[in-house]
């Protein structure tokens, strides 16, 4: 049974550039949170996609969007990087009110230069 | 205020010693709390989930006191392999169980 799978692991782009990250979450899970964090803190959430909609949002600017597909996988697309952009983006999933019991990817390491 | 609150350390430790760690949380309301690992450059995984009545896995120990908004976990016996961050983590909304991380306590365990 595949874990929470991110794609790609790691990634470098420029200021201004856009990037789209991937999340395929654990098997039966239906709902999928976004995380950034930067180097020595800790996860800050960003969003949480459920039945393909946004249901729940942290403070992060609009330059910040996701998508969940029917088959629960989703994407996290970042627009406009700067170079604060840079962090850790973890992946979430879980089972819908599942007592906050959730499942991390590995991450993507995004670097902005 | 930040809505969760733990000291970075790091601790320093000899192996075998007693290490606890303590977190303070802002929101009363909060229903659901945890204690995650962090090894370096690797994802979060749960550690614990902390009950009212303190609740024990092996070494770990973790006390949640709601009056105080208080969460501990205690290591006991530390191992060279407990070295890692221990993020102390509180479930900020019951309707999406969106998680509210502190900025974790790093651990280091020595020979």
């Known amino acids: 049974d595949a874990g929470v799978t991110q794609s790609p692991t790691h990634l470098i782009k420029t200021r201004g550039q856009q990037v789209t990250l991937r999340c395929s979450p654990k098997?039966?899970?239906?709902?999928v949170s976004w995380y950034q964090q930067a180097l020595g803190q800790g996860p800050q959430f960003i969003f949480q996609?459920?039945?393909?909609?946004?249901?729940q949002r942290g403070n992060f600017p609009d330059r910040f969007s996701g998508h969940q597909y029917p088959n629960y996988s989703s994407e996290l697309n970042v627009n406009a990087l700067l170079l604060g952009d840079s962090a850790l983006y973890l992946c979430?999933?879980?089972?819908?009110?599942?007592?906050?019991?959730?499942?991390f990817g590995s991450g993507t390491r995004l670097t902005v230069v | 205020r930040k809505e969760v609150e733990q000291d970075p350390g790091p601790f320093n430790v000899p192996e075998g010693a007693t290490v606890a760690f303590n977190c303070t949380y802002s929101?009363?309301?909060?229903?659901?709390f945890f204690w995650y690992r962090q090894d370096c450059r690797k994802e979060p995984k749960l550690l614990m989930s902390?009950?009212?009545s303190g609740n024990e896995d092996g070494r770990f120990t973790a006390q949640l006191n709601r009056a105080s908004q208080y969460i501990s976990l205690l290591i006991r016996d530390s191992k060279l392999s407990d070295s890692a961050t221990y993020l102390c983590?509180?479930?900020?909304?019951?309707?999406?169980?969106?998680?509210?991380f502190g900025t974790g306590t790093r651990l280091q365990v020595f020979p």
């Open positions: 996609y459920y039945e393909e909609e946004e249901r």
């Open positions: 098997s039966g899970h239906d709902t």
């Open positions: 983590v509180v479930n900020g909304d019951l309707r999406t169980d969106k998680l509210i």
């Open positions: 979430a999933s879980s089972l819908d009110r599942g007592q906050g019991h959730q499942y």
């Open positions: 902390v009950y009212s």
């Open positions: 929101n009363s309301a909060s229903q659901s």
